[in-house]
Nanobody
Framework: QVQLVESGGGLVQAGGSLRLSCAASGSIFSFKAMGWYRQAPGKQRELVATITSGGSTNYADSVKGRFTISGDGAKNTVYLQMNRLKPEDTAVYYC?????????????????WGQGTQVTVSS
């Protein structure tokens, strides 16, 4: 059973930075796609960023230029570096992984999910 464990969330002031980590129980290269989602209270879950096993990345317009997704195969970990944080970035952030991927990066049917990590950005 695949396990994904997120860490790195916390409270930060607007304009600050955080780096989220997603540690996988196996090789991240066994997944064609990995992604970060977020969900704020009362809102729908939102896709934030994705990375493929080949290293291709995609971002939601709301975070483009501020967030960077990356992977470290030696550590079986995917990261989300978040800079210039805004109060509207406040949410629970979830890591997801899928062994198959999809042609459309927005439509990957992720099979595995982490438990989430809270990010709170104060104004």
């Amino acid at each position: 059973q695949v396990q994904l464990v997120e860490s790195g969330g916390g409270l930060v002031q607007a304009g600050g930075s955080l780096r989220l980590s997603c540690a996988a129980s196996g090789s991240i290269f066994s997944f064609k796609a990995m992604g970060w989602y977020r969900q704020a209270p009362g809102k729908q879950r939102e896709l934030v960023a994705t990375i493929t096993s080949g290293g291709s990345t995609n971002y939601a317009d709301s975070v483009k230029g501020r967030f960077t997704i990356s992977g470290d195969g030696a550590k079986n970990t995917v990261y989300l570096q978040m800079n210039r944080l805004k109060p509207e970035d406040t949410a629970v952030y979830y890591c997801a992984a899928d062994p198959e991927g999809a042609g459309d990066w927005k439509k990957v049917p992720y099979d595995f999910w982490g438990q989430g990590t809270q990010v709170t950005v104060s104004s």
